[in-house]
């Protein structure tokens, strides 16, 4: 694909990470990328946005929703113009700016590790309701290992666990959908109606504010969908799987979550959750499952897990794009006989444990920091999405063939969704427990650019050196 740019630069960037093994199939990419997107936060509840939002919830996660239905226009057309594994930092380097791609990359990469170290240590919590003598070191050594083994292995090995991982989740999301409508709807049960959505202060019982506000926890439930460009550098066909797995994903996310709060608001009042039990717990109990918590302490340490392995698959290729381009160790884009980058895995592997251990002694003070960071750092990356596709949009408009569009004609679905990210970061600020984002992450973008500043002057030296040397 790189020859439809016409520009050297681009063919010399897009060439850096040839190596890697096409391996995914359709079905394994739709489920990598709801595996990356759905993590325990829905199963346990979005406390955080019913309590800002009340039953108005369901519309914070709508705009949610439209905003990520934006994203996936925006990274559909580039990344089937160019399915590579650096994907969106990639195409910020070569759109935007070579600071863009360094700092997407980084902060990205930064935000997994965080992710990765949280979720792991949540693995071993859940393994406590079954095993409540064993250590929690076990657990995670367990899983860390048993995880790192199966992406080294190969890209079909990490996509066949995951697609089995994801299809737990999807199919307890499913049963809970069936199982909720019937209560509210009182089909094969005692009718609960739609009292909860109006009472306990109405439907928008803080107002319109709340429901603003309630978006910026509902983006980040959507976090994890640009999952399906990092797997594009090693996906069969990416010209036909790739379009095909970015509707499917979104338009199941988009149901799941509006479809699980709407279900959620419904049946749990407004004001209890996140009080106590999963609402996914509440209502397995009312319809009289079995050992309804046990099957859900299962279902969120699958999901756990799922996370974890789709979180090391994220870092490895982002650290293995950043040292092809020059910006990491060289040994760090090497590729293993069956085309993994088992140097960049155990790498970022190891940043996972660093994290583990900055999560036992410095929680109150720096690993609150790097969450915040990490918050940010998503956010930061889908803003960028919308700036690099701007750019793209306007320099493709030149090639001779142009490039498959899902976005409608003109800039104006990303300026819409880089505006609406803008303002859910700004809104971070009155949201509880998220103001941390704003406070660590903006030092975190200054620090990353004076990193990118001092590798680009030790860069030009090296050049100068070397080019006097060849004279």
């Not at 001092?454 to 030009?460: E, H, L």
């Amino acid at each position: 694909m790189a020859e439809t740019t016409g520009t050297d630069t681009h063919k010399e960037i897009l060439s850096r990470e040839a190596g890697l093994h096409r391996n995914l199939t359709p079905r394994q990419l739709s489920m990598i990328a709801i595996g990356g997107a759905i993590g325990t936060g829905l199963f346990l509840g979005s406390a955080i946005s019913v309590k800002l939002a009340g039953p108005g919830v369901i519309f914070s996660y709508l705009v949610a929703a439209a905003i990520a239905l934006c994203l996936m226009w925006a990274l559909g057309e580039m990344t089937v113009a160019h399915p590579v594994a650096g994907s969106f930092g990639v195409y910020a380097e070569m759109y935007v700016h070579p600071w863009a791609g360094f700092a997407m990359r980084y902060s990205y990469w930064l935000a997994q590790v965080i992710a990765t170290g949280s979720e792991v240590v949540a693995a071993s919590i859940y393994c406590k309701h079954w095993f409540p003598n064993v250590p929690s070191w076990m657990w995670i050594a367990g899983f860390s290992a048993a995880l790192v083994y199966v992406n080294a292995r190969s890209v079909a090995s990490f996509g066949e666990f995951e697609y089995w991982f994801s299809m737990v989740k999807v199919l307890t999301i499913a049963v809970f959908l069936i199982l909720g409508a019937a209560l509210l709807l009182g089909l094969g049960f005692p009718r609960i109606g739609i009292a909860n959505y109006t009472a306990h202060g109405g439907f928008l019982p803080n107002g319109w504010p709340g429901v603003g506000l309630g978006v910026a926890m509902a983006i980040f439930s959507f976090l994890g969908l640009e999952i399906v460009a990092v797997t594009s550098g090693e996906a069969k066909d990416p010209t036909t799987a790739l379009p095909r797995a970015l509707r499917w994903t979104l338009g199941r996310m988009g149901l799941f979550y509006v479809g699980g709060l709407a279900i959620v608001v419904g049946i749990v009042p407004w004001n209890e959750v996140g009080l106590g039990e999963s609402p996914f717990v509440r209502v397995f109990e009312t319809v009289g499952i079995p050992a309804a918590a046990g099957v859900m302490n299962f279902v969120v340490l699958t999901a756990a897990l799922s996370s974890v392995n789709c979180n090391l698959y994220l870092m490895a290729r982002m650290l293995f794009s950043l040292s092809r381009g020059g910006y990491a160790p060289a040994p760090l884009g090497r590729l293993s006989g069956r085309g993994t980058p088992v140097a960049a895995l155990l790498v970022s592997s190891a940043g996972m444990v660093a994290a583990l251990f900055v999560d036992h002694w410095l929680h109150a003070k720096a690993y609150v920091y790097m969450v915040g960071s990490a918050f940010l750092g998503g956010i930061f990356v889908w803003q960028m999405i919308f700036v690099t596709h701007l750019a793209f949009r306007r320099r493709s408009a030149e090639w001779a063939k142009p490039p498959m569009r899902f976005a409608p004609r003109g800039p104006w679905s990303s300026v819409l969704g880089l505006t609406g990210l803008t303002a859910v970061l700004i809104s971070t600020w009155w949201v509880p427990g998220l103001r941390i984002t704003l406070i660590a992450g903006v030092p975190w973008l200054v620090f990353i650019s004076l990193c990118y500043l001092v590798w680009r002057k030790v860069r030009s030296h090296k050049v100068s050196d070397g080019a006097l040397q060849n004279g």
